[in-house]
């Protein structure tokens, strides 16, 4: 993974990673919250908890131009809704001010596993 360069990264078992060279750093730092609130309002249909929290999320890169790139996995490959999650992504964080774009690339390297779960996901699902 990469250097985080914000004061907000994403909960320590999403390890999730924010990063940007150009842009302030007290913007950098509205973004970086902005786009995690924004991915706090996606949520798998099959587990109440919102994609971030239950560590979907791999990889957050702000680019200079402020166009977003987002790394992220589901539960199961064969999720029902594998093919419209990232477009749920690219709508929720291309809504956030100051969002030139966004790219979402789906990974499956490594796997999902129940550990990448915040605290507050396992609290939702029952698991804690």
């Not at 093919?83 to 789906?106: D, I, K, L, T, Y």
């Not at 129940?114 to 605290?119: A, G, L, Q, V, Y």
Request: glycine residues 8%; aromatic residues 6%; charged residues 25%.
């Amino acid at each position: 993974m990469e250097d985080v360069n914000t004061a907000e990264t994403a909960p320590e078992s999403a390890n999730g990673v924010v990063s940007a060279s150009a842009i302030p750093a007290d913007e950098l730092a509205r973004l970086t919250d902005d786009i995690v609130s924004a991915l706090k309002t996606v949520y798998d249909p099959e587990i109440p908890a919102d994609i971030y929290e239950l560590g979907l999320v791999y990889k957050i890169d702000i680019e200079d131009d402020r166009s977003v790139k987002i790394d992220m996995t589901l539960t199961a490959p064969g999720c029902p809704v594998a093919g419209e999650m990232p477009g749920w992504v690219e709508n929720a964080v291309g809504a956030v001010e100051g969002v030139s774009g966004v790219e979402v690339s789906m990974v499956f390297d490594p796997p999902w596993t129940p550990e990448r779960m915040s605290e507050e996901a396992q609290v939702a699902v029952g698991w804690y």
